[in-house]
């Protein structure tokens, strides 16, 4: 099973050099324990472009899909074999960045 952690931030790009260590360190055991599948941080809302493309033809609008004080600034995608190992691992996440984190299972 994968599941999205999503590290919600009000800001990017702010983790300092102490958080970016703990980061890559929680991510090599995360690879060393054979959970890792994808991460990535993310540009700021006001660089995301929506498109809806249900009508006749493609409206294409600047800027994020909803204005929020906190956003999704980045993710893991983990593979792990139930929700119970998922949310530990994801803690551990939580604890390495110093961010929340939600997280959801692919379908």
């Not at 099973?1 to 931030?9: A, E, F, K, R």
């Not at 009508?55 to 999704?72: C, H, M, Q, R, V």
Request: one cysteine or more; charged letters at 25%.
């Amino acid at each position: 099973m994968q599941y999205l952690v999503s590290v919600i931030d009000d800001r990017t790009g702010s983790a300092t050099d102490d958080e970016m260590a703990d980061i890559h360190a929680f991510n090599a055991r995360v690879q060393a324990d054979g959970h890792w599948v994808f991460a990535g941080g993310l540009s700021s809302p006001g660089t995301a472009t929506v498109i809806d493309n249900r009508g006749a033809e493609a409206i294409i609008t600047d800027g994020p899909f909803l204005e929020s004080k906190e956003y999704l600034a980045g993710f893991w995608i983990f593979e792990a074999p139930d929700l119970d190992v998922a949310l530990k691992i994801a803690s551990e996440g939580s604890k390495a960045c110093n961010r929340r984190v939600e997280v959801r299972p692919f379908l």
